[in-house]
Every structure is written in structure tokens, then in C-alpha cells.
């Protein structure tokens, strides 16, 4: 970030950082999203197992054999299943966030930017997003394509957009009407220069806090797209897991609970860093401090 | 001593009083009856399925119905003969029965039904050796046939033969789309249709003028559409829904078994004969190499799908013919669970295992809809064969259209499916072998098997007058094709009637609810 209006005698994002780390909730949040990322990329390398094996009776409670978190309603076991599950939950939660942000960054940049009939048209096409129930719409999207991994992916990319686009258009709006956006164009900067090297880094605090929450909601989404039935039954998922015995519920509660409480903990994480990185990136909250 | 006898005796006699009393049939009150499929048309002369039949067979009447026994009974005939050649069926018809519009039933409409039925029902195999149906004077029907077909008498049952009026469904209209399909329906059956509300509801009325006397003793009957099987056992459990046939949820069959007010029984599904089946695309390798679908059979543990997956509600198919039917054979090749046996087949067909310990890789489809009976078993695949060394990736279909096309279009390795059988082989389990039948389409010969002796015997069979000579054929058929396993049956499929106490006399016999409910009765409590 080279450009900034006020004089500093710190870099902003050092300074930043050091704002995160003095909030606890914000460090116990990055914590537990370590320690969630350890278990599901480390945890598969060190426990060796297929979660889709069968390892003892359907529906074996907690402490059973072979099942120290009890087994589904097919005899495969929950612990292995949540330790395995984590990868295709967060991949799908990071991929599709990044997704959205990359759509939602680009229209909203281009609609902030050059305003007029391109926003006015630009902004049309986002209302067409933003009035779709997004569940039923991700719905209907892997109902269209087959539940995969990567249709899953796609679908939630596609309706969770509209959100940072709006956000990052109002953004635009604001920033290229200050000197600094003015100066570059008094030297005759480019319209790309002007767009991603000077006006989208001043507008990024915001736009990392939306991100961050973005990938809880991506991942909150493939759990619900799982609940429905409608998650790619080859890849060990949290979601999955919570789908496939949700009829099971009431009769064998950890077959559901523990993986709910795996997708709990990771949105929880993700959420309280996503405040923090807000307090931080805030300049008038900074101050008050 | 004497008094004491004499009291005992006496409170017998109470007691014996007091339980014919407590089953004496009453009349009056309304069946609310569940189904999971919504009805497209009451018209089961030119449709299929459930949806239809059910109500179908309640409005319509059949020439005969069958007991529980598979003994045909008198139902709009009266008598029937068959001649000593086989080749004409003589029906003798009841002068009293009439339509719901009052004109009467005669051997006009029987002819017009039955060369309808043979022309547009969905089950061609059905009346297909049907010449022509003569009908000398009003009360009597003639079937002539080209070849002895033992499958007839099954055919004339209530599902699948609903005698038409000629004069309301002979108009011209074509008889697929015609309007009286789905309203101002008639027929002679013992109820008639007052409401119908696409994908709610339907209200059938007792007919007073109903051919046989004092039945059916319910005044009402409705019909309600209930997709979700948690609904529907929601509504058993609050008493509002009286009966729910076709129900083959394991989970929520188990919990109505503790309810006091609800019983549940297997009872009525014996010509319905569901059987669901591992389909190999038996013209793609390597499916084409018997070792290997042997293979997939020595590595599917199916007591452990009956065991831990339908908690026992469901039983092992040994073949391609349900053992509920006359035409069963146990005398197979059987299969049960032999990982060693399978790896050894699988070794010699040369599928060796790669450095990761993967021979094969395979993708297995599931017919949608069926939660217990097809997707969960399709799970359960990936786990069992990964023991010899087969990955499985589930390929789950969007929709019953999507996998429909894969099938049709033979784009599959291996997939679920499942088919009913409908009263004799003739009609349900031919389809799936004979290789004249490879066809297009969804519900055909889609493991698209070839075998001359297979069809010359299904051939034979379905024209073998002698009851113990055809089931000697079958025999044999059943023995070849568990030999040459171009599918493989996992259970016979789960098919349960959730009923209130208050229902009395559930209809049991071989075609369960898709038969007349004449003697169905409700008490007070």
C-alpha cells in the first residue's frame, strides 16, 4: 500500500497486524482456525484411513469399537470422517469465497469506476442476482450439473457475489473522487493503473473483512447444500456427514453433532478473525483505541 | 364344582360374544390413505405405477381378483374357462354389474378394454399374444390367442385390467390423453371418483350400485399425496392418515413398530415382487467377463445390507424372480460374501492390482428417489469393493430423467436399479433379459445381456400351459442367468403397509392396495 493521503510514521499494515494482535478474540480466533487447518491438512498424513470405510455396526455410540466418536447409519467412523471431511469443507469454503470476491471485486471496480450506463447496467445484472433466493439458486445450479466438488464450488461462487460488489462499487465511488485518484490522473496514469494500483488497495480493509466472512458463509452454504442431499457423496465433507444422517438425528445425536460442532468452531474462527481484521483496518476505531 | 363350571362357562361364551362383536364388520367411515407418488391419471388400462393403479383399481372393475394365495376369484366374471388347446379364454360376465353412469356392463367393453390395454399399455409383453376378442351376446367374452399364454389370468387382474365403458372411452379421442382419463372418470368399481386434486388429493365415493352386495363397507376413501415419508408417518402417528401403503423407509418403519396404535405388515405385495439389482453394462469391459461380476458379487456382503442397512425389514434375492412367486426357484448359483474368491477371480480375469493397490476404477449410478432401496446401497459399494481393490466414485443423478438417459443411452459401469415384477414373469421379468429387449430405453435390458438358451427359455416358458412344467423352465432360467450374473439382486425390496388399529381386514391379498378394497372396514376407536 504506497499510497495514502496522510502522513504515517508507521506502515499501515504493520500497524494493523499489531491492532489484531491486541485483541484476544481475534487471536483466539486465528487460533482455533490453526489448529482446524492443522487436523484437516496434517491430520490425514499422520492417521492413515478411508472415511468411507465400514468399521463397525451402523450407528455404534461413542466408544464403541473401532469407533472412538461413534459410526453413521453406513458403520463408518465419525472421528475418522471429521478429521478426513475437514479438507473438502475448507477447500470448498476458501474456493468459493475466492470465487465470489473475484466476481464481486471486478464488477463492482469496473460499475464504481466508470459509473454511468456501464454501472447503471452492471448494477441491473447484480439486482438480477441479489432478488434469487441464493440457496434455492445454488440449489438449481448443482441440481443442473450433478452434485461434484467442483459444481458445489462453482454454484456457491456464483450466488454469494453480489454482496462484495456492492461493496466494492460504493468504495469506488468514494475514493475516486479524492486529490490522490486526481493527481494520477493530472500525470496521465492509465484507467488499469488508476482502477487496481491505486484506488482497489485503499479500498481493501473492508473488502478483506467481507472476504473473511465470505468463506464462513461459503462453508455454511455446502453444509446446507449437504443437509439437502445435494453434496458430492465421493468426498468425506462436515456437510456430508450431517446430510447423510440427518434422519438419524434424533436416535444417534453423534452422528450429526460432531461434525455440526467441526463446522460450528470453523465459521466461529473464521467470524472472530474477520472482526478483528475489522478493528484493525478500521482507521476511526484505530484512533479510538 | 358344577356352578363354578357352569360361570366358566358362561364367561366364555361372554367372551366369545363380546370378540365376534368387536370383528363384526361395519359399515360407513373414511379411509385417509397415503401415497408417495402424486397421480398423473386414474386410466391404468394405458398406465403404470402406483400413482395409477391404486386409485385405478378402485374405480375400475377387473374380470377377476386373486387371493392371497395367487387363486384367482370371481370378479366382474362370474366363470371363466380356458379351452383344452389353451388358445381361447371364455369369460362368462355378471348380468347385474353396471357403470357409475348406470349403463351396463357387457362383453362390448371387455373386448374394447382388452385390445386397448394390448395396444397402449406400457407392459407390451402383457396381452401382446392377444389375436382378437369375440363376443357372441353381452354376458360372454371370448379371448383368442396365438399361443397358450399362462400369464393371461394374471393380466386380467385388478391393476392391470380395468374393464373401460366402451361408450365414454371408444369415442375416438386417442386414449392416452383422453379427457375422462382425469375427471368425470367411470368405471364399475366400487367407488367413483368425486374430487381430484393434482398433487394433493383425491376423494373416492362409495358406488351404491356397486355389482356385489353390501360392499365395500367404507363410505370414502382419500387419497393424499405425501412426497416426504417423515410427513407421512407424522400423520400416522397423530391418527389423521389411516393407512400408508408402498412405504419402504427403514427408519421410519422401525419407529411406527413401537407405536401402539400403528401396525405395520409385509403382507399384499407378493405379485408386486420388487426385487433392486447391481446392473453391470455387461458390453463394456470388463464387465463383459463373467469372472468379474462374479467378483462383485463374492465382495457385496447383502446379509449386511439387509442386517445393518434395512434393519431386517428387507430380505436377500437370491435370482431374478421374487420368492413370493409360484415360479421361484432356490435351486441357484448362490453368492455370499468371499473376499478371497473374489480377488482370485478378479486376478485371473487379469485385473491386477496397480502399486496403489487399485485394480479397477468404476463409476456407479443409482435410480433417484429411493433413499434406502438404491442410494444408500450405491454407498455402500464404494467401501465393499474398495476391500478387492475396485474404487467406486457415486455418480449421483440430478434427477429420475437424468439417470433415465444414462441408462437409455448405456452410459454407465455399473448402476443401481430395481424393477417390479406385476403378477408373472411375463410381464415384469422378461424385460430385463431377453435380448430382443435391448433397447433405448429407461427399464429394459440394460445390462443389454445375450443369451439364446435364456431366450428360448423365457420364450417357452411364457407359453407353457402346464403350471409345474413352466415353473421347471423357469428353474432353469433362474439357474442360468444367477450362473451368468448380468446383474446381481441384492434384497427384495423393502415394500411395508403402515395401518391405524382402526383399519380392519388391510388389504393383504397379492396385488395389497392395488386391488378393490371391498372388505377394508374402520371401527370407532
Not at chain 2, 362357562?9 to 368387536?22: G, V
Amino acid at each position: 500500500m504506497s499510497v495514502a493521503g496522510i502522513p504515517r510514521t508507521e506502515h499501515p499494515s504493520l500497524e494493523a497486524m499489531r491492532m489484531f494482535a491486541r485483541s484476544p478474540v481475534a487471536v483466539g480466533g486465528l487460533v482455533l482456525l490453526i489448529a482446524i487447518l492443522l487436523v484437516s491438512l496434517v491430520g490425514p498424513l499422520v492417521y492413515v484411513a478411508d472415511p468411507f470405510d465400514i468399521v463397525a455396526a451402523p450407528l455404534s455410540p461413542p466408544f464403541s469399537d473401532g469407533a472412538l466418536l461413534g459410526s453413521d447409519q453406513q458403520g463408518r467412523d465419525v472421528l475418522t470422517g471429521l478429521i478426513y471431511g475437514g479438507r473438502a469443507t475448507l477447500t470448498v469454503g476458501a474456493a468459493a469465497a475466492l470465487i465470489s470476491v473475484v466476481i464481486g471485486i471486478t464488477i463492482g471496480a469496473v460499475a464504481g469506476y466508470f459509473g454511468g450506463t456501464v454501472d447503471e447496467a452492471l448494477m441491473r445484472f447484480t439486482e438480477f442476482f441479489q432478488v434469487l433466493p441464493s440457496l434455492l439458486f445454488a440449489m438449481v445450479l448443482v441440481t443442473l450439473f450433478s452434485p461434484t466438488l467442483t459444481t458445489v464450488v462453482l454454484a456457491i461462487g456464483v450466488v454469494s457475489w453480489p454482496g462484495t460488489a456492492r461493496l466494492t462499487r460504493a468504495e469506488f465511488l468514494k475514493i475516486k473522487q479524492y486529490d490522490f485518484v486526481a493527481a494520477e490522473l493530472a500525470i496521465g496514469a492509465r484507467r488499469g493503473r488508476i482502477m487496481w494500483k491505486v484506488i482497489l488497495p485503499n479500498a481493501l480493509p473492508p473488502l478483506v473483512v467481507s472476504a473473511t466472512l465470505a468463506v464462513g458463509a461459503a462453508i455454511l452454504f455446502e453444509a446446507s447444500l449437504s443437509f439437502l442431499g445435494l453434496g458430492d457423496p465421493n468426498r468425506m465433507s462436515w456437510g456430508l456427514m450431517i446430510g447423510s444422517s440427518r434422519s438419524y438425528m434424533l436416535s444417534s445425536w453423534w452422528a450429526v453433532t460432531f461434525p455440526g460442532l467441526m463446522i460450528f468452531l470453523t465459521v466461529l474462527a473464521v467470524s472472530l478473525i474477520g472482526d478483528g481484521l475489522n478493528d484493525a483496518l478500521n482507521p476511526k476505531l484505530r484512533e479510538r483505541r | 364344582m358344577r356352578r363354578a363350571i357352569a360361570a366358566f362357562i358362561t364367561t366364555l361364551a361372554l367372551a366369545a360374544a363380546a370378540t365376534a362383536s368387536a370383528q363384526e364388520p361395519r359399515r360407513g367411515g373414511t379411509l385417509v390413505m397415503g401415497q408417495s407418488t402424486g397421480t398423473t391419471s386414474f386410466n391404468n388400462a394405458v398406465g403404470s405405477g402406483t400413482g395409477i393403479m391404486v386409485p385405478g383399481a378402485q374405480i375400475f372393475a377387473s374380470p377377476v381378483m386373486h387371493d392371497d394365495k395367487w387363486n384367482p376369484k370371481p370378479y366382474l366374471a362370474e366363470s371363466w374357462e380356458l379351452s383344452p388347446d389353451s388358445l381361447s379364454m371364455t369369460l362368462h360376465l355378471r348380468k347385474d354389474a353396471v357403470f357409475h353412469d348406470g349403463k351396463p356392463v357387457t362383453s362390448e367393453d371387455v373386448a374394447f378394454s382388452i385390445l386397448t390395454i394390448r395396444d397402449n399399455h406400457p407392459f407390451n409383453t402383457m396381452l401382446a399374444p392377444v389375436e382378437r376378442v369375440d363376443t357372441p351376446d353381452a354376458a360372454t367374452a371370448i379371448i383368442r390367442l396365438k399361443h397358450p399364454h399362462p400369464a393371461l389370468l394374471y393380466a386380467m387382474g385388478p391393476p392391470l385390467m380395468p374393464i373401460l365403458p366402451k361408450h365414454i372411452y371408444g369415442d375416438g379421442r386417442p386414449i392416452k390423453t383422453h379427457p375422462n382419463n382425469t375427471r368425470d372418470v367411470v368405471g364399475s368399481g366400487p367407488f367413483k371418483l368425486v374430487e381430484f386434486k393434482p398433487g394433493d388429493q383425491i376423494v373416492l365415493e362409495r358406488f351404491d350400485r356397486f355389482f356385489i352386495k353390501d360392499r365395500p363397507y367404507l363410505d370414502r376413501i382419500i387419497l393424499k399425496t405425501y412426497p416426504d415419508s417423515q410427513t407421512s408417518i407424522l400423520e400416522l402417528e397423530a391418527g389423521r392418515l389411516l393407512l400408508q401403503p408402498f412405504f419402504n423407509r427403514v427408519l421410519e418403519l422401525d419407529r411406527a413398530k413401537t407405536n401402539p396404535q400403528l401396525v405395520i405388515t409385509n403382507e399384499g405385495y407378493a405379485a408386486v415382487g420388487g426385487i433392486n439389482w447391481l446392473l453391470f453394462n455387461n458390453k463394456r469391459k470388463p464387465f463383459d467377463d463373467v469372472r468379474v461380476r462374479q467378483a462383485f458379487a463374492y465382495a457385496i456382503d447383502r446379509d449386511f445390507i439387509v442386517k445393518a442397512l434395512h434393519k431386517g425389514l428387507s430380505k436377500v434375492a437370491t435370482g431374478p424372480i421374487h420368492s413370493g412367486f409360484p415360479q421361484y426357484s432356490a435351486d441357484v448359483t448362490r453368492y455370499s460374501l468371499n473376499l478371497k474368491k473374489a480377488e482370485e477371480l478378479l486376478d485371473a480375469a487379469g485385473l491386477k492390482k496397480g502399486p496403489d493397490g487399485i485394480r479397477l476404477k468404476v463409476t456407479c449410478d443409482y435410480y433417484p428417489g429411493d433413499e434406502d432401496g438404491q442410494k444408500r446401497l450405491a454407498e455402500y459399494m464404494k467401501p465393499a469393493l474398495k476391500k478387492i481393490g475396485i474404487e467406486v466414485e457415486v455418480r449421483a443423478p440430478a434427477d429420475f430423467a437424468a439417470w433415465a438417459k444414462r441408462m437409455a443411452t448405456k452410459d454407465f459401469d455399473i448402476s443401481m436399479d430395481a424393477a417390479f415384477a406385476w403378477g408373472d414373469p411375463v410381464i415384469g421379468v422378461n424385460r430385463t433379459y431377453l435380448s430382443t429387449n435391448i433397447r433405448p430405453l429407461v427399464f429394459t435390458n440394460n445390462a443389454q445381456y445375450e443369451n439364446p438358451k435364456v431366450d428360448e427359455l423365457l420364450g417357452a416358458a411364457g407359453r407353457e400351459p402346464d403350471a409345474a412344467k413352466r415353473k421347471a423352465l423357469y428353474g432353469e432360467f433362474q439357474k442360468i442367468v444367477t450362473a451368468d450374473l448380468p446383474l446381481f439382486w441384492l434384497t427384495e425390496l423393502p415394500y411395508h403397509t403402515i395401518y391405524n388399529k382402526r383399519v380392519h381386514n388391510p388389504p393383504t391379498t397379492i396385488w395389497g392396495t392395488a386391488s378393490p378394497m371391498l372388505d377394508v372396514w374402520l371401527s370407532e376407536k
